[in-house]
């Protein structure tokens, strides 16, 4: 190998050390990682001439319950009974957590852990997997707004929670650019709603015609609704333009896992604007109307 081909030591690097909860919440599985406070720092036998293992802690975590009492970040707590313990050669391992809130949701991780042998509070933790599945809920509006695309766009979530960049990139980008004139259709209902200028509308429809997904994108930069504007100032389809417009083969996966993460972002952001602009106008015209029936009678 070349100087120019060897690693560098950045690269060479592992991870940061991280804390077991952090593990738990925050890793996505087929992940290893070094792990702190993982167990309670004592080496104990096992009858004569047994292994010495650690007793494995167990720490409360916070995690999106899907409850519908609950619906967002709660506190769950380990349900499996004893703390299990855990050798220096690695065990699989199955831990329960229950929603300290609802006590209806619960979460369930599949581990391979080995306790450190020159220390018993740390060690190496790989997911194997969890249930329900990693990384938080998918907005409905979201899944909305791509209809039968939606099993598609969930692959791609899939792939992005586990860490595969190329792969969630990839359904995304096809994802978006086959709903093309579904999120088109949906700006227009809110250019008609507002009263926007007609040449704005026909702009936006004269791009559904355009077979071409980045040139359709390029067309309606300048026809896109205040109200749907990211930050004020951001065309979001602008946006997703210039994140999808990247080839995947020019891409490292990690970099595939960072413009996925951004689309799904972005894709989100514009869900919850195109939902609430038009949730906005059909309240202000129940309003008025019976407003108008009270005046009248």
Not at 37 to 60: E, I, M, N, V
Not at 185 to 198: L, Q
Request: with cysteine.
């Amino acid at each position: 190998m070349s100087d120019a081909e060897e690693p560098t030591a950045e690269a060479m690097e592992e991870p940061k050390a991280i804390t077991f909860a952090e593990f738990l919440e925050d890793v996505p599985p087929s992940q290893h990682r070094k792990v702190t406070h993982l167990a309670d720092g004592t080496w104990y036998h096992s009858g004569t001439g047994g292994k010495r293992y650690a007793k494995l802690f167990t720490p409360d975590l916070q995690l999106h319950c899907a409850y519908v009492t609950c619906n967002g970040p709660r506190f769950f707590r380990y349900n499996g009974g004893l703390q299990p313990n855990i050798g220096e050669d690695g065990q699989f391992i199955y831990l329960s957590y229950r929603c300290d809130n609802c006590k209806r949701s619960t979460k369930t991780f599949s581990l391979f852990i080995g306790a450190d042998p020159q220390d018993a509070s740390a060690g190496d933790c790989y997911k194997v997997g969890e249930f329900p599945q990693y990384g938080p809920q998918t907005p409905t509006r979201l899944l909305k707004l791509f209809e039968n695309e939606r099993e598609t766009f969930l692959k791609g979530r899939r792939c992005e929670n586990q860490g595969l960049g190329i792969g969630a990139f990839a359904y995304y980008r096809r994802v978006v650019e086959n709903q093309k004139n579904r999120i088109l259709d949906e700006i227009i209902r809110v250019c008609e709603k507002i009263g926007a200028p007609a040449d704005k509308i026909k702009v936006l429809e004269d791009a559904k015609k355009e077979t071409q997904f980045s040139k359709a994108m390029d067309n309606v930069k300048g026809a896109m609704p205040e109200a749907l504007l990211i930050q004020g100032h951001h065309n979001p389809l602008t946006l997703l333009h210039t994140a999808l417009s990247r080839g995947l083969h020019a891409d490292t996966d990690e970099q595939c896992l960072e413009l996925a993460h951004d689309v799904r972002v972005v894709l989100a952001e514009l869900a919850e604007r195109l939902g609430q602009a038009l949730k906005d106008e059909a309240e202000l015209n129940t309003a008025v109307t019976r407003l108008m029936s009270a005046k009248q009678e």
